[in-house]
């Protein structure tokens, strides 16, 4: 009896662990391995590639993942909401100006690109501060390329190069635009002329600015909110789209735009960079920032009582003028700040059969563009265009004390203007401290000129960009 229960047991045992195999065979031919205690790790080859083994899976949907998050976060940084990653801005005293400098922007334009596009959009809608025939002073600077290197500073027309009706072939502000454009456009040029030529062409709406200029000059046809047209300037601009720059440089003394050399002024933890009439307000604003002003009201009175000690050593030396200016910041942090401007309002000339006014300086002219850092790597940055030496001093120097994250006030306090002989004039509408009255002035002091100098600039610090129009010149800075 137990020998027949033990055969049957054999029995039972073979065919199992038979049925045992035949499974395990099976489990194996269909990509499964069984894992035991005794049973040894080892590659499993039956299907070779990436996606054959656990670990290659999981390493290859991170590298996935990895990789798919990168890409939206650079799309985010180039393509974003400007509310959390600017890429460039604009800012000049014209709203229209302004918006068309930053659509060359995000068409893929340059710095450089945007300013001709704005400066020549104000040469039409503010003729008052600026023309065709305008003189500049502009400061660039590609700073992510070339940090350490001093930006470039290019001046043309003035007192020093004030050409006669019969010899200019051009107006200086054109010619100077196309040389510009041939060095550093990235946008074609007839492109950059196309919405002036809009302007020109649909009419343009007049502003209190100009209107009240237009008055004090007797020029008709500039009334308040109205509609003006300028056929002759369009027509002119539509013939300069039949060439590119490199065309009409060639004919045109686009050579005469060379770079001057522009060194830093150290005005306390900063560095200043302007042009020829900007470097009497870079003096200012150091001897405001060294030593350290107690007050914002200190480094104000510093910088006017250095404003008037220069102007009564220059006497009739001291800049003069009407401008318009723009400050211009590009996705490659390339800074533009360029100021144009006239001697007097409207021009000094005669106007000419293309539509555009002739302007002979006879005297220095009030452009006065910056460039202002800190020392720190990666620190705060300021591109202004200033319209007047005086409003660059004062405007700066309370952005500078006041701290970088005040600058709609630091721009709108109110300022007085420095003339020649140190005389000051006060802006009718803003009212300057008791304190600073007391101290600056003495006797009856000068109205200041309407319309007044507007400080436009863009502010940047790490990647975030704030930019201001100053409500002066009735501008808005545009961002994208």
Known sequence: MNKTLKQHQNVFKKSYYSRLTCIRMVLQSHGVVELREDVPLKPYNASP???????????????????????ALFTQIYYGDYQIVPHGSVSSSAAECSSIGTNILRDGGGAIDAAIASSLCLAVVAPHRTSLDASGSLLFWEYRKSPTEQPTL???????????????????????????????????????????????STGYNISTGLSIAAASQVEPGYITGSTRKEPLLASYLQLLQHNTSTELCTTWPCEALAPITSAAVPAGPWRVWTGTAGARAATALAAALVPAPLTALDGFQRVVSSLQAQAITAAGNWPSGVASGLAVVDPQDTYVALVTGLS??????????????????????????????????????????????????EGAAA??????????????????????????????????????????????????????????????????????????????????
């Open 49 to 71: 590639g990436f996606c054959s083994g656990g670990p290659r899976l999981i390493i290859g949907a991170f590298s996935a993942l990895t990789i798919a998050i990168t890409i």
């Open 154 to 200: 290019i001046e043309w027309g003035g007192i020093q190069n004030a050409s006669s009706p019969s010899i200019s072939p051009a107006p200086r502000l054109i010619v100077a635009l196309a040389a510009l454009h041939k060095t550093y456009g990235v946008i074609p040029w007839s492109k950059l002329l196309q919405p002036a030529i809009d302007l020109a």
């Open 344 to 393: 007097v309002p409207f021009g000094s000339g005669n106007i000419t059969g293309d539509g555009w006014k002739q302007d002979l300086p006879s005297s220095p002219l009030d452009l006065a563009p910056a460039i202002l850092i800190d020392e720190f790597v990666c620190g705060t940055r300021y591109v202004m265009g200033a319209e007047s030496l005086s409003a660059l001093a």
């Open 399 to 480: 952005a500078l004390i006041e701290g970088p994250l005040n600058i709609v006030d630091a721009v709108e306090s109110a300022r007085v203007a420095v003339g020649a002989g140190g005389t000051l004039a006060l802006e009718p509408d803003r009212l300057l401290p008791p304190a600073a009255l007391a101290t600056l002035l003495n006797g009856v002091p000068l109205n200041a000129t309407l319309p007044l100098a507007a400080l436009n600039l863009v502010q940047q610090r790490g990647d975030e960009l704030l930019s201001h129009a100053d409500s002066r010149g009735g501008g808005l800075a545009s961002r994208f």
